[in-house]
């Protein structure tokens, strides 16, 4: 057996819950190794301190517990919720924006042309009155900034 495989089985050896051969087998890799000698001194301490622990709880535990559960019920059970409010909510507006920005430079939209700004302003007559006509660079900065 490996110092590993004894490490392993070291926990059922030491509440003898190990097949006799097994027992033997580990009881002869413990001799000639001092790191499975280690390892089980650990554990022969691990397990002195818990059986030494005291048996009740500290008479003081409940006295400093109970005020501050009666303090959390007296909050509401809204306050769970909170955490949507400080964290989902930013996370949630950043999405919507980040998805905004996405979907518009995605997009495939065509480019408006003046008569397409010339009919969403003007009725159709006057729009194609001034379609027609031969515009200067000044009156098309005019009608675009409107």
Same mark, same amino acid.
């Given at each position: ?11 059922a050896?030491?509440?003898?819950a190990l097949?006799?051969?097994?027992m033997?087998e580990?009881?002869?890799r413990? $001799? +000639? ?5 280690e390892?089980l001194?650990? &554990? !022969?301490r691990?397990?002195s /301190?818990i059986a030494?622990?005291p048996v009740?709880a500290?008479?003081?535990l409940?006295?400093s517990i109970a005020?501050?559960?009666v303090?959390?019920d007296a909050v509401g059970?809204w ?6 409010g ?8 950043a999405?919507?924006v980040?998805l $905004? +920005? ?9 480019a &408006? !042309?003046l008569?397409d700004y /010339?009919?969403?302003q003007?009725d ?5 009155m001034l379609?027609?006509a031969?515009?200067?660079?000044d ?8």
């Amino acid at each position: 057996m490996t110092d590993s495989e004894v490490k392993n089985l070291l926990p059922a050896y030491l509440e003898s819950a190990l097949p006799v051969e097994q027992m033997r087998e580990v009881e002869a890799r413990l $001799a +000639v190794s001092p790191a499975c000698r280690e390892e089980l001194e650990y &554990l !022969t301490r691990i397990q002195s /301190l818990i059986a030494a622990r005291p048996v009740s709880a500290s008479p003081g535990l409940w006295r400093s517990i109970a005020p501050r559960i009666v303090l959390e019920d007296a909050v509401g059970p809204w306050k769970q919720f909170e955490w949507v409010g400080k964290r989902f909510l930013p996370v949630l507006a950043a999405a919507v924006v980040l998805l $905004a +920005v996405i979907g518009n430079l995605t997009t495939d939209a065509p480019a &408006l !042309t003046l008569e397409d700004y /010339l009919n969403a302003q003007w009725d159709e007559q006057e729009a194609q009155m001034l379609s027609d006509a031969e515009l200067s660079g000044d009156v098309l900065q005019i009608l675009q900034s409107r």
